[in-house]
């Protein structure tokens, strides 16, 4: 369950993503890190999810433009690992 559960996790952020609700994606990726940490994520899977995270609030500021490949790239990581 904790792999489908982060996947939605990648799901609904693209989601918020492209629905204009940044605080709302922002706030479930800073959400969700503990959570992964508390599963016993590996250390791969926790860097990961900190450059998803680094790259959604980029973006959130106008600092940084989220492609679609990065919801692809982190949903293909998760299935990988």
């Given at each position: ?69 990065a919801f692809?790239?982190m ?7």
């Open positions: 369950m904790r792999f489908e559960q982060t996947l939605v996790a990648v799901g609904l952020v693209e989601v918020y993503y492209r629905e204009g609700r940044l605080d709302a994606a922002v706030g479930l990726v800073e959400e969700f890190l503990p959570i992964l940490t508390s599963w016993g994520m590996h250390v791969e899977g926790l860097g990961m999810w900190m450059l998803f995270r680094d790259a959604v609030f980029r973006h959130a500021t106008g600092r940084f433009a989220l492609g679609e490949g692809r790239g949903t293909l990581s998760f299935h990988r690992s």
